[in-house]
Nanobody
Framework: QVQLVESGGGLVQTGGSLRLSCAPS????????LAWFRQPPGKEREFVAG????????SYADSVKGRFTISRDNAKNWVYLQMNSLKPEDTAVYYC???????????????????WGQGTQVTVSS
């Protein structure tokens, strides 16, 4: 069982930046597709960004494209989400996810991932 631990959330003003990190405890996840999801208050969890096992394929939600960047370091077993030009609508709990069924791409659905972190809060003030 892979356990994921997110860090880097916090409070930031509109236009600011944050960098989220996610690391596994226990098994390594260099063979997994990885992704970030978020859950705004009162809404369902939604896909933010995903990265394939090799890092060669990435995908983003339209709402974050051009502002957020997902990356991974398989040597250190970390995955990152660099978030720039943050907006109040980016406020949510952000979750790291790892999936072991897909390698050449990262699914955009919650069902595509078996392992989840506990979440980290990101709040963007206007």
């Amino acid at each position: 069982q892979v356990q994921l631990v997110e860090s880097g959330g916090g409070l930031v003003q509109t236009g600011g930046s944050l960098r989220l990190s996610c690391a596994p405890s226990g098994r390594t996840f260099n063979t997994y597709a990885l992704a970030w999801f978020r859950q705004p208050p009162g809404k369902e969890r939604e896909f933010v960004a995903g990265i394939s096992q090799s890092g060669g394929s990435t995908s983003y939600a339209d709402s974050v494209k051009g502002r957020f960047t997902i990356s991974r370091d398989n040597a250190k077993n970390w995955v990152y989400l660099q978030m720039n030009s943050l907006k109040p609508e980016d406020t949510a709990v952000y979750y790291c996810a790892a999936g072991d069924r897909y390698f050449t791409y990262a699914p955009r659905t919650v069902a595509g991932y078996e392992h989840w972190g506990q979440g980290t809060q990101v709040t963007v003030s206007s």
